[in-house]
């Protein structure tokens, strides 16, 4: 079955701090995985998008980095900001045109 | 702005009553996805069309039904609605299925359903 696991399940962080965001999946074949960000009762915007070629993505603070043998991937925040608030959604796609598969999301809480 | 617009924003209702929940695509866009999100879950994907066609079906209840119009704006109707059916519904939109793995979706801002 097509899974996506995230964890930490939620994280609070001082701002200005880096944090790691943890994604495993067990979705196969693989076409590609999306990081997305959601703000409280908005809609997930895309953060990075990387195919199973690509190790490593970067987008402004946001770094992704994808390890397909190992099926892992994660999310690095560097020097986080107040507006980094929000959960944190590992999108894989299991082929070329198939449905998402979405994780449960990382509430991450940045604090002053 | 994303380009796709949903409508209402918020809605309330009672238990037994039915809604419709309407989303115009992305400018450009033929495909339109439903998806549900209850309080503190993940994202639920419930249908999918493509140009007027349904095209895949995900966990959506028989209470819960959709479609898409030649002008490819969507409602999603729910009907005998049931406390258990609040939660944020998101509609998103892509060119075609076909471009999901360089173009992903769109999503919508959401409409937030409390059945009361």
């Known amino acids: ?14 701002e200005g701090k880096n944090c790691t965001l943890q994604c ?28 199973f070629s690509e190790n490593t993505k970067s987008n402004g603070r946001y770094t992704a980095t994808l390890d397909a043998d190992t099926k892992q991937s994660s999310l690095h925040i560097t020097a986080s ?5 929000a959960s944190y959604i590992c999108v894989v796609s299991p082929n070329y045109g198939q449905n998402f598969v979405f994780g449960p999301g990382t509430r991450l809480s940045v604090l002053p | 702005d994303s380009g796709v617009t949903q409508t209402p924003k918020h809605l309330i209702t009672a238990t ?17 996805y439903w998806y549900q999100q209850s309080l503190d879950q993940g994202l639920q994907f419930l249908i999918q069309y493509y140009n007027g066609e349904e095209r895949a ?20 109707n729910l009907s005998s609605l049931e406390l258990g059916d609040s939660a944020l519904y998101f509609c998103a939109s892509s060119v075609d299925p076909g471009t999901l793995a360089n173009y992903g979706y769109t999503f919508g801002s959401g409409t937030r359903l409390t059945v009361v």
Request: overall charge positive; proline content about 6%; glycine content about 6%.
């Open chain 2, 16 to 32: 037994g009553q039915r809604v419709t929940l309407r989303c115009s695509p992305r400018s450009g866009d033929l495909s339109v």
């Open chain 1, 24 to 51: 495993n999946y067990t979705v196969s074949p693989f076409s590609n995985l999306r990081w997305y960000k959601q703000d409280t009762g908005r809609g997930p915007v895309s953060l990075t998008i990387m195919t």
């Open chain 1, 81 to 85: 900001q107040l507006s980094d608030s």
């Open chain 2, 57 to 76: 079906k995900g966990n959506i209840l028989e209470r819960f039904s959709a479609q898409q119009f030649p002008d490819l704006h969507s409602e999603l």
């Open chain 1, 1 to 14: 079955k097509n899974q996506v696991e995230q964890s930490p399940q939620s994280l609070i962080i001082l």
